[in-house]
């Protein structure tokens, strides 16, 4: 069955580096998303992507955060200048086969540590 | 805002027992779906139903969605060990700039005893 994948599935790095967070999302899909869920909280909604760019983000993904697909199959979420409070788990999401309103399938995440 | 907001927060239940759920929301929805999360893992899709569908079935679950209470309940019947999980709803806005991303409650933690 096809499926959502994520790469890597820890990231550790140092507070004011760049992360880049990579996921694949089902191949036939059209739209891309990202969440994250802080640790004991929420999932949150960071970013949807169709047709190759962003179609919304929320009050979280500011100008630190960007994505790309830079090919046909990869989507990358990127951080440019990490700080303590983007630890978190991170999830990829695609959905389309029925349009944006079908079923989000989930990747298994990348758990960010920022020391 | 305070969007899909599950209850009981917690629940614990006896192997072969029911376990419901119950999600509340606040705005107009396209779908609300339902998902399961075992501790520290990813987020799997476990139920799609959509605003004009008031009862969907799959397998052991059941969901049923009441527009006018802005409501919907999860329904685990005959429940196993393998239940225990955090399980989440999460609904799609329905609004002229979405783009069916999806917000999501607090989550309801189920323990199931063998």
């Known amino acids: 069955e096809p499926e959502v994948t994520q790469t890597p599935s820890h990231q550790v790095t140092q507070m004011g580096q760049e992360v880049i967070l990579r996921c694949v999302p089902i191949?036939?899909?059209?739209?891309f998303y990202w969440y994250r869920q802080i640790l004991g909280q929420k999932v949150e909604f960071l970013v949807s992507?169709?047709?190759?760019?962003?179609?919304?983000k929320s009050e979280i993904f500011d100008d630190q955060f960007s994505v790309e697909r830079p090919d046909g199959s990869n989507f990358t979420l990127k951080i440019r200048s990490t700080k303590l409070e983007d630890s978190a788990m991170y999830f990829c999401?695609?959905?389309?086969?029925?349009?944006?309103?079908?079923?989000?399938?989930f990747g298994p995440g990348t758990r960010l540590t920022v020391l | 805002s305070q969007q899909g907001e599950e209850d009981p927060q917690a629940l614990s239940i006896q192997e072969g027992e029911n376990a419901t759920m119950n999600c509340s929301y606040k705005?107009?929805?396209?779908?609300l779906q339902w998902y399961r999360q075992n501790s520290g893992r990813g987020l799997v899709h476990l139920i799609l139903?959509?605003?004009?569908?008031r009862e969907k079935h799959s397998g052991r679950l059941r969901v049923t969605l009441d527009t006018s209470k802005k409501s919907s309940s999860l329904l685990i019947t005959a429940s196993r060990a393998a239940d225990t999980a955090s399980y989440f709803c999460?609904?799609?806005?329905?609004?002229?700039?979405?783009?069916?991303?999806?917000?999501f409650g607090k989550g309801t933690k189920l323990s199931v005893k063998p």
């Open positions: 999401a695609s959905s389309g086969g029925g349009g944006m309103y079908d079923e989000q399938f």
């Open positions: 191949s036939n899909h059209l739209y």
């Open positions: 992507f169709y047709n190759n760019e962003i179609s919304e």
């Open positions: 705005t107009s929805i396209n779908n």
């Open positions: 139903i959509r605003s004009n569908e």
């Open positions: 999460a609904t799609a806005w329905n609004y002229g700039g979405s783009q069916g991303n999806l917000i």
